[in-house]
């Protein structure tokens, strides 16, 4: 004997959609949220390629500016197919490892210099910085040309300019701090400069060139400086002065030998040893106005028990 059907199993009162098309409603909202999603990403990626290019590549590459301690960077994509680049960008220590021809070459001719490994690099970062520079070499003029020096000889007043802007004497236009906080070099006057950063004396030998010097200091690339000088970059008329100092102090050889660091050491020691006197004489002083009144007070008290 057969049972009757519910009615209620199959009927949709109100119109009310059934359970599968229910679960269909919801794959296609969360397809339609994970398109907005990397659409939105890729947007992001795009918009910040260049300052990420600034802050992280304009230091060792130009876009149509000639080579620094990497290579010019224009029309790099005609050069080597864009599977390959994005994989350099994010691991270019592992393709150099592992044989490949194209990325050894890359470091015989940047003189042994491997490129570091990017912080932040991500294969949407890569695809978007890599869209950036396609499109900066079909200009004429890329913004990414960098810092353009004369070869010609500085002037007195441009290495003493730059001297100053080293010391803090010269105010920097976006309120960076002075070298001097940080970093020494040969010649400097009293105690001498900053020892958390290194000896200044041989960057310009170190970096080899003019332009790649003024590059560096354009975006200085460390974990260190990184942070102090994205919001406060150094101009164009500030970098020209400092790279005429350091020229002329590698110029003039050697490194930072002044006797500053054990000035500094004997003047503490002198200051502490005045503090300890002086405590001294106060303190000396001060027990004796107590002990007098108490010592004088107890002989009383002996004369008047006799």
Not at 2 to 15: D, I, L, Y
Not at 97 to 112: F, K, M, N, T
Not at 250 to 269: K, Q, V, Y
């Amino acid at each position: 004997m057969m049972s009757k059907s519910n009615p209620e199993q199959h009927s949709n009162p109100a119109g009310r959609p059934t359970e599968p098309s229910r679960r269909s409603r919801r794959l296609l909202q969360s397809l339609l949220v994970a398109a907005m999603l990397f659409a939105f990403q890729v947007s992001a990626n795009a918009q910040e390629a260049p300052q990420y290019f600034r802050q992280n590549c304009m230091s060792c590459h130009t876009i149509g500016g000639g080579r620094l301690t990497g290579p010019d960077l224009k029309d790099v994509s005609q050069r080597k197919d864009r599977v390959w680049l994005a994989r350099f960008m994010l691991d270019p220590k592992g393709m150099i490892a592992s044989g490949d021809p194209y990325a050894a070459q890359l470091q015989q001719e940047a003189r042994g210099v491997v490129m570091p490994t990017v912080s932040g690099m991500s294969k949407e970062r890569a695809d978007a910085l890599l869209d950036l520079i396609e499109a900066e070499s079909k200009l004429e003029k890329s913004q990414f040309i960098g810092l353009q020096i004369p070869d010609g000889p500085f002037s007195e007043a441009d290495i003493a300019l730059g001297r100053d802007i080293f010391l803090g004497r010269a105010r920097l236009k976006n309120g960076g701090p002075s070298c001097v906080g940080c970093h020494t070099a040969i010649g400097l006057p009293g105690l001498g400069g900053g020892r958390l950063g290194p000896d200044l004396s041989k960057v310009f030998e170190r970096l080899e060139s003019r332009k790649t010097l003024g590059s560096w200091l354009l975006a200085p690339p460390t974990t260190t400086m990184q942070p102090v000088w994205r919001g406060h970059p150094l101009e164009a008329e500030e970098i020209l002065p400092l790279v005429a100092y350091f020229e002329d102090v590698s110029r003039r050889g050697g490194e930072d030998t002044s006797p500053a660091r054990l000035n500094f050491f004997l003047i503490g020691l002198a200051g502490t040893v005045a503090a300890l006197v002086g405590f001294d004489l106060a303190w000396r002083k001060r027990f004796r106005a107590v002990r007098r009144p108490m010592v004088r007070a107890a002989a009383l008290k002996r004369g008047q028990l006799r």
